[in-house]
C-alpha cells in the first residue's frame, strides 16, 4: 500500500488495516501533529494523510496497524480522549475492550 491508496481509502471512510510491516514504509511520509501513549496498548498517532486527519492505532495480538479517518483535529481529540478513557476503565477491570476496526471506534 502506498499514501496515495491510503489517502483514497480513509477518504472513504475506511478504518484501514495496515500491514505492520507495510506502515513502517508509510509512516515516514505521514504528517504527525502528536503522539499519546496509551499506557496500555501501545501508542496512538494522530496524523494527516493528504488532507484528511487520521488515528493511527496498534491494535494487541494484530499483524496490522489501524488507521481510522476522523473528520478534523477536534474529532481527532475526541477519539484519543474517549479512548484513553476506555484504556483507563480497562485498567480498572471494566472487562471492556476497543473494536479497533468498527466505524465508532468503541
Not at 475526541?78 to 476496526?101: E, I
Request: proline letters at 8%.
Amino acid at each position: 500500500m502506498d499514501v496515495p491508496g491510503l489517502a483514497e481509502r480513509l477518504r472513504r471512510g475506511d478504518v484501514v488495516a495496515v500491514p505492520k510491516k507495510d506502515f513502517e514504509v508509510l509512516s515516514s511520509s505521514l504528517e504527525y501533529e502528536r503522539t499519546v501513549d496509551t499506557g496500555l496498548a501501545g501508542p496512538l498517532h494522530v496524523v494527516r494523510v493528504d488532507d484528511g486527519w487520521a488515528v493511527v492505532e496498534f491494535p494487541p495480538r494484530s499483524d496490522a496497524v489501524a488507521v481510522r479517518p476522523l473528520p478534523g483535529r477536534e474529532a481527532a481529540d475526541a477519539f484519543v480522549a474517549d479512548r484513553l478513557a476506555l484504556y483507563d476503565k480497562m485498567w480498572d477491570g471494566c472487562g471492556c475492550r476497543p473494536d479497533y476496526w468498527g466505524e465508532q471506534g468503541t
